[in-house]
Each structure stands twice: as structure tokens, then as C-alpha cells.
């Protein structure tokens, strides 16, 4: 089993808040929470930070960590990466300009657009697929939580993966670069803010796969900075300043959609939430879909990035302000030609499987515990009705051989030895010397 120490993880749980509902254990995707002695449990080698739990959560007991704005003080110059889902926050928005200008306003020295380096990633993205004509159907690494989920649950899909950074990447390094010639300042001493519409990208700045170090030195909660920005942006409509870098194509990466419209391309699936997304990577798994499919967009929250838990819109609301936003953009601001600083936007890591659901530490071992998973499950109801504190009869048994959990605990059986005197835990122990 891999060592649960090197998962760093946004997501985590404020034990005053839980009051040990099932609630998240039925909306995981991964199946990364137990109920265990009347809390939640995370456990951090199956949770990939899609913030479904934080989404779902009626006691508000689930938070994501993120930075704040005095964590850039020790910077002398500070910089702001603005994510396209940004814009779908404000009301009556009609110049992506005032929103950085209050940026200005509120502490940051510059600004510089994900959606301008999203551009730059999309006029990539057409040149590989023109130099790879391969049939093999490319998996978008935009959504953090996408990439993460693949890389414990479908490793077969691992070489589809587009090997392109995501854009927030490629603006932290090109802001870090013109920041440096605009100033004349030392790379270290400039501070590279994100500003996260999710738990999973803060986690994949603090941990990322396919590159060895984020660029990214700060990241901030959409929800932390907006009341910030409110009374700043009164201001910054009376005089707006020319930031603005992204068109179309940048803007519309906050939306479901929008990365694969920016390929410009017809044969493509894009997908949101992340029940969706499970269900589009298991048929891509056992290859339902025909070749002629190129491309695939994954994005773990509802509409998008515009979904994310870190934000404050409804993201249906937000989708609807983006699109009226981008009606009037031209199609791109930026291309690689604009750009003097330059940047190598392939992934530099390889992207390799975690086999964290696997029952044993060798093979043999692993089969012979899948056995004993089989009698187990003969036993057990078959409810999954969470009354355990595991989301299904399966991942009660799994922690069961893992040692991390106890078939005794089924509600179900208990019931029934209690109320008709049916002793199906004596099968087990029979069994399976439980």
C-alpha cells in the first residue's frame, strides 16, 4: 500500500462541525470517507480534492485549506493570476478590465490573465493534435481533480492524457518572467497569487503531477477575495486600465465546453460533474467510444469552473454572465507569438498509477484477499445503506482486510440477529476466521 503521508490534501474536516451524518460518505466519488466512533474520516490516499464533500455537506463540517492575503507580504512585488470563472462572479460586468483594475486596488502590483495563457495552451493543444495523428482519444490535465482521479482509478488511461501543462501554470511562469524584466527584481522576490475557484487546485500547487515544482506561490479562495473586490470595483469603473489579454477562447475556459472549443475542433466530448466524468472514463476504459473522437474535456464541477466550492456564485448564474461576458470578445488576445517571455508548456514529470484500492502488498497477496473479499460479500446484505460508516457493503469489507475497519459493524446484520435470531456474523467467522 502506498504511504498515505505524501498525499497532500485542501480538503479536510472541522471534527466540531461533523455530526457523523452519512451525507458525505454517499457523495464521494472515490469512497474516501468513513464514518468511524460518530466523525468522518478522510483518508487522504483515495480523496482527490473534487470538493463534492464540502459541495454537500449540511453542517458545513468539510473545508478546504487555502492561503490569505498576508501571505504575500514577504513579496516586494505581487501578482495576480485571475481565472476566467472569475468574471461570472460580478453582476452587470461588462469589461473583464474593471475586475483586474480593482485587483490593482486591493493590494496587487499586476495582473495577468489565466485565460490569456489558456489561449497560448489551446494554440498548443491544435498543433499536437496536428503532429499526433495517432488514434489514441486525448484526456484534457486542466481539471486537477480529472488527472488525480485517473491516476488511482484508471491507470489504463494515463497514456491519454494530453501531456500540456494547465494554463494557471503557464501564467505563473510567464507573469514570474515579465514581472522579473518589468522590475528588475529577483524571481523569488515576486509573490505569484492564484485565485482558486476549488480545493483540487490548491492542492495541485501544493502537490502537483506532471511537473516537479508549481510556479505558484500564493493561492487565495475566490469567496475570501470577492468582498474585497466589491467596493474596489466601484472605484475601478471610472477608470478602468487596459489588462485585458484574453478574447473568446480564453474566457470561455471558465465554462464546460469551453477548453474543447478552443481546439477548434468538432469531434470532441466535454463533460462536467463528477459523476459524469466517472461515467465518461469508464466507457472510454472499455473503449465505447468510436475512434473518430479526439479530444475529451473532463471537468469535475458542475459548468465547470464555474462550479467550484471556493466560489460564490451559483454556478448556473455564473455560466450565464460568462457567456454574455465573451458575446462581444474577439475570438483571442493572445498568441505565442505575443509573447516575448517564453515558456515550455509540455510536462516536464510523468504522470504515474497510485494502486491505492489494491487489497494486498504482492500479488499473490492481493489474490488471495480478493477471495476472501468474495465470502465476505456472500454474507453481507447488500443494502449499502452507509448504517456501517462506509458508503457500500464492498468498502466495508475492503477495510475489513485492511484491517481499518470491522464487518461487526453492519446495522443490517445486527438487526437481524436481534429481531429474528439470524447469526450470519457466525458464518463469517466460520468462514473467513474473522
Known amino acids: 500500500?502506498?504511504?498515505?503521508?505524501?498525499?497532500?490534501?485542501?480538503?479536510?474536516?472541522?471534527?466540531?462541525?461533523?455530526?457523523?451524518?452519512?451525507?458525505?460518505?454517499?457523495?464521494?466519488?472515490?469512497?474516501?470517507?468513513?464514518?468511524?466512533?460518530?466523525?468522518?474520516?478522510?483518508?487522504?490516499?483515495?480523496?482527490?480534492?473534487?470538493?463534492?464533500c464540502i459541495r454537500h455537506c449540511p453542517h458545513y463540517a468539510k473545508q478546504a485549506r487555502f492561503d490569505?492575503?498576508?501571505?504575500?507580504?514577504?513579496?516586494?512585488?505581487?501578482?495576480?493570476?485571475?481565472?476566467?470563472?472569475?468574471?461570472?462572479?460580478?453582476?452587470?460586468?461588462?469589461?473583464?478590465n474593471i475586475i483586474l483594475t480593482a485587483l490593482t486596488m486591493i493590494g496587487f502590483d499586476d495582473v495577468f490573465e489565466v485565460g490569456a495563457a489558456a489561449e497560448l495552451v489551446s494554440a498548443e493543444t491544435r498543433k499536437y493534435i496536428a503532429e499526433h495523428e495517432e488514434p489514441r482519444i486525448l484526456i484534457s490535465t486542466?481539471?486537477?481533480?480529472?488527472?488525480?482521479?485517473?491516476?488511482?482509478?484508471?491507470?489504463?488511461?494515463?497514456?491519454?492524457?494530453?501531456?500540456?501543462?494547465?494554463?494557471?501554470?503557464?501564467?505563473?511562469?510567464?507573469?514570474?518572467?515579465?514581472?522579473?524584466?518589468?522590475?528588475?527584481?529577483?524571481?523569488?522576490?515576486?509573490?505569484?497569487?492564484?485565485?482558486?475557484?476549488?480545493?483540487?487546485?490548491?492542492?495541485?500547487?501544493?502537490?502537483?503531477?506532471?511537473?516537479?515544482?508549481?510556479?505558484?506561490d500564493v493561492v487565495l479562495a475566490t469567496k475570501e477575495i470577492y468582498p474585497l473586490m466589491l467596493s474596489a470595483m466601484k472605484e475601478a469603473k471610472n477608470n478602468p486600465m487596459?489588462?485585458?489579454?484574453?478574447?473568446?477562447?480564453?474566457?470561455?475556459?471558465g465554462l464546460t465546453g469551453g477548453e474543447a472549443a478552443g481546439i477548434l475542433l468538432d469531434n470532441y466530448i466535454a463533460?462536467?460533474?463528477?459523476?459524469?466524468?466517472?461515467?465518461?472514463?469508464e466507457d472510454l476504459e472499455d473503449e465505447k467510444f468510436q475512434m473518430d473522437i479526439r479530444?475529451?474535456?473532463?471537468?469535475?464541477?458542475?459548468?465547470?469552473?464555474?462550479?467550484g466550492v471556493l466560489n460564490v456564485e451559483n454556478p448556473f448564474a455564473a455560466s450565464s454572465k460568462l457567456k454574455h461576458?465573451?458575446?462581444?470578445?474577439?475570438?483571442a488576445l493572445s498568441h505565442p507569438e505575443d509573447f516575448p517571455q517564453k515558456t515550455d508548456i509540455a510536462l516536464t514529470d510523468e504522470i504515474t498509477y497510485e494502486p491505492v484500492y489494491m487489497l494486498g502488498t504482492s500479488m499473490l497477496e492481493s489474490?488471495?484477499?480478493?477471495?476472501?473479499?468474495?465470502?465476505?460479500?456472500?454474507?453481507?446484505?447488500?443494502?449499502?445503506?452507509?448504517?456501517?460508516?462506509?458508503?457500500?457493503c464492498k468498502a466495508l469489507a475492503e477495510d475489513h482486510i485492511r484491517g481499518k475497519g470491522d464487518v461487526h459493524s453492519c446495522t443490517e446484520l445486527l438487526r437481524r440477529y436481534y429481531l429474528y435470531g439470524e447469526d450470519a456474523f457466525e458464518e463469517l467467522e466460520e468462514e473467513n476466521s474473522l
Not at 461576458?325 to 475570438?331: E, G, I, N, R, T
Request: net charge neutral; with cysteine.
Open 142 to 216: 486542466a481539471c486537477p481533480t480529472v488527472t488525480r482521479l485517473i491516476r488511482i482509478r484508471f491507470p489504463e488511461l494515463l497514456d491519454n492524457l494530453l501531456p500540456l501543462k494547465p494554463p494557471v501554470e503557464v501564467a505563473a511562469e510567464l507573469a514570474r518572467q515579465r514581472a522579473v524584466e518589468k522590475t528588475g527584481l529577483k524571481p523569488e522576490e515576486i509573490g505569484i497569487a492564484f485565485i482558486s475557484p476549488c480545493p483540487s487546485k490548491v492542492t495541485a500547487v501544493r502537490d502537483p503531477l506532471g511537473i516537479t515544482n508549481s510556479s505558484i
Open 68 to 96: 490569505h492575503m498576508d501571505a504575500l507580504e514577504n513579496y516586494k512585488y505581487k501578482v495576480a493570476l485571475p481565472p476566467p470563472s472569475l468574471y461570472g462572479q460580478f453582476n452587470h460586468l461588462d469589461d473583464i
Open 242 to 253: 487596459e489588462y485585458c489579454l484574453s478574447g473568446k477562447i480564453g474566457v470561455g475556459w
Open 325 to 331: 461576458l465573451k458575446k462581444y470578445l474577439p475570438v
Open 295 to 307: 479530444f475529451v474535456e473532463l471537468n469535475a464541477c458542475p459548468g465547470g469552473c464555474v462550479g
Open 367 to 392: 489474490i488471495n484477499n480478493m477471495v476472501r473479499l468474495e465470502k465476505i460479500m456472500r454474507v453481507l446484505p447488500g443494502l449499502d445503506c452507509g448504517g456501517c460508516g462506509a458508503p457500500t
Open 1 to 52: 500500500m502506498p504511504d498515505n503521508q505524501k498525499f497532500f490534501h485542501s480538503v479536510y474536516l472541522d471534527t466540531d462541525k461533523c455530526c457523523g451524518c452519512i451525507t458525505c460518505i454517499k457523495t464521494c466519488p472515490t469512497q474516501a470517507i468513513r464514518v468511524r466512533n460518530g466523525k468522518a474520516h478522510i483518508i487522504k490516499e483515495f480523496c482527490i480534492d473534487c470538493g463534492e
Open 271 to 281: 463533460a462536467d460533474g463528477i459523476e459524469n466524468v466517472v461515467r465518461v472514463l
